[in-house]
């Protein structure tokens, strides 16, 4: 799949992005295992803490699909949360049907569930992400919940998640009881520079994305860790500005094309996208031309912004170019290169600058690699290939 198809941004940082894709970084594991401490304490409240993009959400839903194998649990979000809503919304969750009355009847019914669950060994577990933007009633609520308990036992275990200021809402007066079970807090860090390098190619290639490396290169990814401050909502976001403005830059000059044909009709088209192609018969190749008369790693194709450079690789029944033998050529637009029974036009080519004809011809750095090197790449890609089957 080409890195730069329209949607490729938003399947890997974007709205489109697979929720279940997690890509753990070292205070996100941290953060976890704080949870999973916290709630197995006898006072069972924790706080999570960090800025907006954080990754808290993403936390908070993996600690609750952990902590629902063994018990009821409800996440509900903070935001304009009215004491109502809290307690239809957690018993919704917790698989307990309300009936219609009074707010005091509602209570009641969830006081009499978590009475039942803990009596039973499993102490139902409530998140409240976004905690910090509750109304103050939700909040005189929770505290009135974390006072209920059960022969000596507290009725139910709490997690909050918000911004830094949440530890200080619960130094209020009005939340002594939560106060009381001594919350534990862990305040979130942000990716070092190697974790967003890694959570950037690892979220691109989840998504369908090809050659992460290219799309960001090292000196990428150290610029958007440092716009981004490290944290994975804003990494999002500036990732997908980085993607769209790369499609951009590509849409704005015509992409070179080859046209593969056999027998005079067209049976593959490549856009050359990338800075390399490798064309021959192993099927790790970038081109594959299925021909006996073609090496299994017969030609390259070297990609460059206003030339096309073809090698021959050491084939063993050479490469052609308008019926002429090359081992190395700069491409024109039209060429046709022959392989065997297969012809392969190139179109889309810009207008070569002496300037550019002169500097391929003669710098040694764009002379053909070495066949070693090219081999050792093929298997390379081959290992990767068998590991994955």
């Given at each position: 799949?080409?890195a730069?198809d329209?949607?490729?941004?938003?399947?890997?940082?974007g709205e489109?992005?697979?929720?279940?894709l997690v890509?753990?970084?070292?205070?996100?594991?941290?953060?976890?295992?704080?949870?999973?401490?916290?709630?197995?304490q006898?006072n069972g409240?924790a706080?999570l803490?960090?800025?907006?993009?954080s990754g808290?959400t993403?936390i908070?839903?993996?600690?609750l699909a952990?902590s629902g194998?063994?018990?009821?649990?409800a996440?509900?979000?903070?935001?304009?949360?009215a004491?109502r809503?809290?307690?239809?919304e957690?018993?919704?969750?917790?698989g307990?049907?309300?009936?219609?009355?009074?707010?005091?009847?509602l209570?009641q019914?969830?006081?009499?569930f978590l009475s039942r669950q803990?009596?039973?060994g499993h102490?139902?577990?409530?998140f409240?992400?976004?905690?910090d933007r509750?109304?103050s009633?939700a909040?005189?609520?929770l505290?009135?919940l974390a006072?209920?308990d059960?022969?000596?036992?507290y009725?139910?275990?709490?997690?909050l998640s918000?911004?830094?200021?949440?530890?200080?809402v619960?130094?209020d007066d009005?939340m002594?009881?939560l106060?009381r079970r001594?919350?534990a807090?862990y305040?979130?860090n942000p990716?070092?520079?190697?974790?967003t390098?890694?959570?950037?190619r690892?979220?691109?290639?989840?998504?369908?994305?090809?050659?992460s490396?290219?799309?960001?290169?090292?000196?990428i990814?150290?610029?958007?860790?440092?716009?981004?401050?490290?944290w994975p909502?804003?990494?999002?976001?500036h990732a997908?500005e980085?993607?769209?403005?790369?499609a951009?830059l590509?849409?704005a000059?015509?992409?070179?094309r080859?046209?593969?044909?056999h027998?005079g009709?067209t049976?593959?088209?490549?856009?050359?996208?990338d800075r390399?192609?490798?064309i021959?018969?192993?099927?790790?190749a970038?081109?594959?031309i299925e021909d006996t008369y073609?090496?299994?790693i017969h030609a390259?194709?070297?990609?460059?912004?206003?030339a096309?450079v073809?090698?021959?690789?050491?084939?063993?029944?050479g490469?052609?170019?308008?019926?002429?033998?090359?081992?190395?050529t700069?491409?024109?637009?039209d060429?046709v290169?022959?392989?065997?029974h297969?012809?392969?036009?190139?179109?889309g080519?810009?207008?070569?600058s002496a300037e550019m004809?002169?500097?391929?011809?003669?710098s040694d750095t764009?002379t053909m690699q070495n066949?070693?090197d090219?081999r050792?790449?093929r298997?390379?890609r081959t290992i990767?290939?068998?590991?994955h089957?």
């Amino acid at each position: 799949m080409n890195a730069h198809d329209s949607n490729l941004g938003s399947r890997a940082f974007g709205e489109l992005a697979d929720e279940s894709l997690v890509v753990a970084y070292q205070s996100h594991q941290d953060a976890l295992r704080f949870l999973a401490s916290s709630l197995s304490q006898a006072n069972g409240v924790a706080i999570l803490q960090g800025p907006d993009g954080s990754g808290k959400t993403t936390i908070v839903k993996e600690q609750l699909a952990w902590s629902g194998r063994d018990t009821a649990v409800a996440l509900v979000n903070g935001r304009h949360l009215a004491p109502r809503r809290l307690v239809t919304e957690m018993m919704a969750q917790f698989g307990e049907g309300t009936t219609v009355g009074d707010d005091q009847q509602l209570l009641q019914q969830l006081s009499n569930f978590l009475s039942r669950q803990v009596r039973a060994g499993h102490a139902p577990v409530l998140f409240v992400d976004d905690a910090d933007r509750a109304t103050s009633s939700a909040l005189r609520l929770l505290n009135w919940l974390a006072a209920l308990d059960a022969r000596g036992d507290y009725a139910l275990r709490i997690v909050l998640s918000g911004k830094e200021e949440l530890a200080g809402v619960l130094r209020d007066d009005g939340m002594r009881n939560l106060a009381r079970r001594h919350p534990a807090t862990y305040t979130l860090n942000p990716l070092t520079e190697q974790e967003t390098m890694i959570y950037l190619r690892t979220r691109l290639i989840a998504a369908g994305g090809e050659r992460s490396e290219r799309v960001f290169p090292l000196d990428i990814c150290a610029q958007l860790h440092v716009r981004s401050g490290g944290w994975p909502g804003q990494l999002n976001r500036h990732a997908i500005e980085v993607m769209e403005r790369i499609a951009e830059l590509r849409s704005a000059r015509a992409m070179p094309r080859i046209f593969v044909t056999h027998d005079g009709d067209t049976i593959a088209e490549y856009e050359l996208s990338d800075r390399e192609y490798v064309i021959g018969r192993n099927e790790l190749a970038d081109i594959v031309i299925e021909d006996t008369y073609v090496s299994k790693i017969h030609a390259m194709l070297k990609v460059y912004s206003n030339a096309v450079v073809l090698l021959d690789l050491n084939s063993t029944n050479g490469t052609t170019v308008n019926s002429r033998v090359v081992q190395k050529t700069i491409l024109r637009n039209d060429d046709v290169i022959t392989l065997g029974h297969y012809k392969l036009k190139i179109e889309g080519l810009p207008a070569l600058s002496a300037e550019m004809d002169e500097k391929i011809s003669a710098s040694d750095t764009m002379t053909m690699q070495n066949l070693k090197d090219i081999r050792r790449a093929r298997a390379r890609r081959t290992i990767k290939a068998l590991k994955h089957k």
